[in-house]
């Protein structure tokens, strides 16, 4: 399993959308779903992905 963090690039703010699958091709899967469900156009999004283990996470820094 693996742990994927993305960051959805906007023109005002960038979203911030963690999948866990099995492989990239599953991943994917679900994020075209979740993009597609939120957004009228396909947003700049890059991908970072780790193993996922006990313990495995991503920080997510808030914005004021």
């Not at 599953?26 to 994020?31: E, G, N, Q, R, T």
Request: a negative charge.
């Amino acid at each position: 399993m693996y742990l994927y963090k993305l960051e959805i690039q906007l023109e005002t703010h960038t979203d911030v959308l963690i999948v866990l699958a099995e492989n990239d091709g599953k991943a994917f899967d679900s994020v075209e779903s979740h993009l597609a469900r939120h957004y009228i156009a396909t947003p700049k999004v890059i991908v970072e992905r780790k193993r996922a283990d006990k313990g495995t996470g991503y920080l997510v820094e808030g914005k004021e």
